[in-house]
């Protein structure tokens, strides 16, 4: 009897302590956030545990209604699922597939685990079901920004490179043609720096979208940085080449780009086209090619297309070397001034001189101003230069003045970026003073391209130049945009009329009645005016007529080294 009672206490202990498990297993599976499908082999039995109504709203009991399941995901993940359900028959003991849900954006993975018996017959599994959507998703946007530009959906710069390569590596074997095309949005600097960032990202995504629309069969696109953009064409044939992309792209941009904030943006672009293997047979160096060419494009005025011939990197190259050298001669000061003076056109005494830079460079080639000033003001070794030419100019004219005994007009030419400087009118008194010169016998010549960015901040600063007693010309005047309107604005004493009028002053009736203008103009606002570049006797006659006041110009004297212009003036007098 006491045998019996032993044996029921032990029973319930062991009910006791199996409902306690059973509890904890069950809390367990509630917890997590999957589902789990427990199978029995031995009885042919399927629990449903954990979320599982969360997920699916149909049972499943035994292995038939695993077809359910199977029927619940897209197609193309049915064959993977049935493995990984039946893995038993594989015998094997784990494995996991990731299905999406049928029709649905969900996606779940299945993680099968199955045990076997010493003789390698399976007694159960467990199929643990989980929601890996979120991390698919975050994935896929890895994966996305891997290969994709955020702002305009085209191809990102690397995987449009790989892409490009692989487009090289085909075409080296089937002998075929790619093109190259780099697409740069004209003056896009002033849309950001101008209008704003905002508005610049959207133009670039509103093109970008745009070029998208033109990729396809064997055309592809990216966005390279910033507003430049590059399409590959693989074996250009029947309307797809350069030519009808260009047209589309000429097609878009004749209409607006309207921006969300209101704006109506117009564009134009500027395109340079290097070809496979015509111009280069690697994938890099064709962008580089074309990128070249739209360099030149820019260099031309901008909104049109250009191909790679190879003389254009020549030219390019050389533009790097005089880069280079210009550099050094900045370094080593290999600069040196020349003077060319100008006579009032009444009695034909000097009026003055303005100080011309002449580089002198290592292989002792001159190289006229007119090539390296706009190299220096690119890369902004104009502002070393300007200096130099500044210190230099005064420090002769101050040794001129007493040599000679008699005050003349120093005449500087004066780059925008010089302008922009804060300090810039400081540092020109600063010279002026430790030279003793009165600011009065320094003219600064600056040509209107200056004005053009910032008319207002530049005409602030002349006044304080002014203040100081400083003479403003203004130079080249007629190439730019010349209104004789905004002369009234601006605080100048000298006008000078360009060359270019000069030359042509005595042939076309046009330039006279223009020229006559400008001076009337001039004079009556008290402002001096001065002939550039007069080479004729006619033309000096009729300019002294027509009340020019000063000439400068080889018929009176060439730029002069200091040599030369100190042994003219001593002859002189
Ligand atoms: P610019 O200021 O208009 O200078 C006048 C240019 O015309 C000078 O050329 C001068 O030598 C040339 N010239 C003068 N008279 C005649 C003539 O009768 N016939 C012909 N064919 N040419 C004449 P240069 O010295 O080659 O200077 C070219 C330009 O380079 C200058 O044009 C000026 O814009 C710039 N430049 C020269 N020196 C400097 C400088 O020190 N600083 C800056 N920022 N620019 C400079
Ligand atoms: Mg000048
Ligand atoms: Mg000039």
Same mark, same amino acid.
């Given at each position: 009897?006491?045998?019996?009672?032993?044996?029921?206490?032990?029973?319930?202990?062991?009910?006791?302590?199996?409902?306690?498990?059973?509890?904890?297993?069950?809390?367990?599976?509630?917890?997590?956030?999957?589902?789990?499908?427990?199978?029995?082999?031995?009885?042919?039995?399927?629990?449903?545990?954990?979320?599982?109504?969360?997920?699916?709203?149909?049972?499943?009991?035994?292995?038939?209604?695993?077809?359910?399941?199977?029927?619940?995901?897209?197609?193309?993940?049915?064959?993977?699922?049935?493995?990984?359900?039946?893995?038993?028959?594989?015998?094997?003991?784990?494995?996991?597939?990731?299905?999406?849900?049928?029709?649905?954006?969900?996606?779940?993975?299945?993680?099968?685990?199955?045990?076997?018996?010493?003789?390698?017959?399976?007694?159960?599994?467990?199929?643990? *079901?989980?929601?890996?959507?979120?991390?698919?998703?975050?994935?896929?946007?890895?994966?996305?920004?891997?290969?994709?530009?955020?702002?305009?959906?085209?191809?990102?710069?690397?995987?449009?490179?790989?892409?490009?390569?692989?487009?090289?590596?085909?075409?080296?074997?089937?002998?075929?043609?790619?093109?190259?095309?780099?697409?740069?949005?004209?003056?896009?600097?002033?849309?950001?720096?101008?209008?704003?960032?905002?508005?610049?990202?959207?133009?670039?995504?509103?093109?970008?979208?745009?070029?998208?629309?033109?990729?396809?069969?064997?055309? *592809?696109?990216?966005?390279?940085?910033?507003?430049?953009?590059?399409?590959?064409?693989?074996?250009?044939?029947?309307? &797809?080449?350069?030519?009808?992309?260009?047209?589309?792209?000429?097609?878009?941009?004749?209409?607006?780009?309207?921006?969300?904030?209101?704006?109506?943006?117009? *564009?134009?672009?500027?395109?340079?086209?290097?070809?496979?293997?015509?111009?280069?047979?690697?994938?890099?160096?064709?962008?580089?090619?074309?990128?070249?060419?739209?360099?030149?494009?820019?260099?031309?005025?901008?909104?049109?297309?250009?191909?790679?011939?190879?003389?254009?990197?020549?030219?390019?190259?050389?533009?790097?070397?005089?880069?280079?050298?210009?550099?050094?001669?900045?370094?080593?000061?290999?600069?040196?001034?020349?003077?060319?003076?100008?006579?009032?056109?009444?009695?034909?005494?000097?009026?003055?001189?303005?100080?011309?830079?002449?580089?002198?460079?290592?292989?002792?080639?001159?190289?006229?101003?007119?090539?390296?000033?706009?190299?220096?003001?690119?890369?902004?070794?104009?502002?070393?230069?300007?200096?130099?030419?500044?210190?230099?100019?005064? &420090?002769?004219?101050?040794?001129?003045?007493?040599?000679?005994?008699?005050?003349?007009?120093?005449?500087?030419?004066?780059?925008?970026?010089?302008?922009?400087?804060?300090?810039?009118?400081?540092?020109?008194?600063?010279?002026?003073?430790?030279?003793?010169?009165?600011?009065?016998?320094?003219?600064?010549?600056?040509?209107?391209?200056?004005?053009?960015?910032?008319?207002?901040?530049?005409?602030?600063?002349?006044?304080?130049? &002014?203040?100081?007693? *400083?003479?403003?010309?203004?130079?080249?005047?007629?190439?730019?945009?010349?209104?004789?309107?905004?002369?009234?604005?601006?605080?100048?004493?000298?006008?000078?009329?360009?060359?270019?009028?000069?030359?042509?002053?005595?042939?076309?009736?046009?330039?006279?009645?223009?020229?006559?203008?400008?001076?009337?103009?001039?004079?009556?606002?008290?402002?001096?005016?001065?002939?550039?570049?007069?080479?004729?006797?006619?033309?000096?006659?009729?300019?002294?007529?027509?009340?020019?006041?000063?000439?400068?110009?080889?018929?009176?004297?060439?730029?002069?080294?200091?040599?030369?212009?100190?042994?003219?003036?001593?002859?002189?007098?």
């Amino acid at each position: 009897m006491n045998e019996l009672h032993y044996q029921l206490d032990l029973l319930k202990a062991m009910n006791q302590k199996l409902s306690e498990k059973e509890r904890m297993y069950a809390k367990v599976c509630e917890s997590a956030e999957g589902a789990f499908l427990y199978c029995s082999f031995e009885k042919n039995m399927i629990y449903a545990l954990g979320q599982w109504n969360d997920f699916f709203d149909f049972e499943i009991r035994e292995s038939k209604d695993f077809s359910r399941l199977l029927d619940a995901v897209e197609e193309q993940y049915v064959l993977a699922l049935r493995d990984v359900l039946f893995l038993e028959k594989l015998g094997e003991e784990t494995a996991t597939a990731e299905c999406q849900m049928k029709g649905r954006k969900i996606w779940l993975q299945f993680r099968t685990q199955v045990s076997y018996d010493r003789s390698g017959n399976p007694t159960d599994k467990v199929i643990y *079901i989980s929601n890996i959507t979120k991390t698919k998703s975050q994935n896929e946007e890895l994966t996305y920004m891997a290969y994709y530009d955020g702002l305009t959906g085209l191809y990102n710069r690397n995987y449009f490179v790989r892409l490009l390569s692989e487009y090289v590596r085909t075409a080296s074997e089937k002998k075929s043609v790619i093109s190259v095309m780099i697409i740069d949005i004209d003056e896009f600097r002033k849309i950001n720096d101008g209008i704003g960032i905002v508005v610049g990202d959207e133009l670039v995504q509103q093109f970008g979208i745009f070029l998208k629309e033109i990729c396809g069969d064997n055309v *592809i696109a990216c966005h390279l940085h910033s507003d430049v953009f590059c399409v590959a064409i693989y074996e250009p044939s029947g309307t &797809r080449n350069v030519e009808t992309i260009y047209r589309a792209i000429l097609k878009r941009t004749r209409e607006a780009f309207h921006i969300s904030s209101g704006q109506e943006i117009h *564009i134009t672009v500027s395109i340079g086209v290097a070809e496979y293997p015509e111009a280069s047979t690697s994938a890099l160096e064709l962008i580089n090619c074309a990128e070249i060419v739209v360099f030149k494009c820019k260099k031309q005025g901008r909104n049109m297309l250009q191909y790679f011939e190879p003389p254009v990197l020549s030219d390019f190259l050389d533009s790097i070397e005089l880069e280079n050298k210009l550099k050094k001669a900045v370094y080593n000061k290999d600069f040196y001034m020349c003077y060319q003076p100008q006579y009032y056109a009444g009695n034909r005494r000097l009026r003055g001189v303005e100080a011309l830079i002449r580089w002198k460079d290592e292989d002792a080639h001159w190289i006229s101003p007119a090539t390296f000033i706009p190299i220096a003001e690119k890369n902004g070794t104009i502002i070393p230069i300007g200096k130099w030419v500044i210190e230099e100019s005064v &420090r002769q004219y101050a040794l001129w003045r007493k040599q000679f005994g008699f005050p003349f007009i120093m005449s500087i030419n004066i780059s925008s970026l010089q302008y922009k400087k804060d300090d810039f009118a400081d540092s020109v008194m600063e010279v002026l003073n430790r030279y003793k010169v009165k600011p009065g016998e320094i003219e600064l010549e600056i040509t209107e391209s200056v004005l053009i960015d910032d008319f207002s901040s530049v005409s602030e600063k002349l006044k304080v130049l &002014r203040n100081y007693g *400083i003479r403003i010309s203004l130079d080249d005047f007629g190439t730019g945009f010349s209104s004789l309107s905004y002369l009234k604005k601006l605080p100048i004493d000298t006008l000078k009329i360009d060359k270019s009028f000069i030359d042509t002053v005595m042939t076309d009736s046009a330039t006279r009645v223009i020229t006559e203008s400008i001076i009337n103009m001039v004079k009556a606002l008290g402002i001096e005016s001065i002939a550039e570049g007069v080479e004729e006797e006619q033309q000096y006659k009729y300019l002294h007529a027509i009340g020019c006041d000063v000439i400068q110009g080889y018929l009176f004297s060439k730029p002069l080294s200091p040599e030369e212009f100190e042994a003219m003036l001593s002859s002189s007098l």
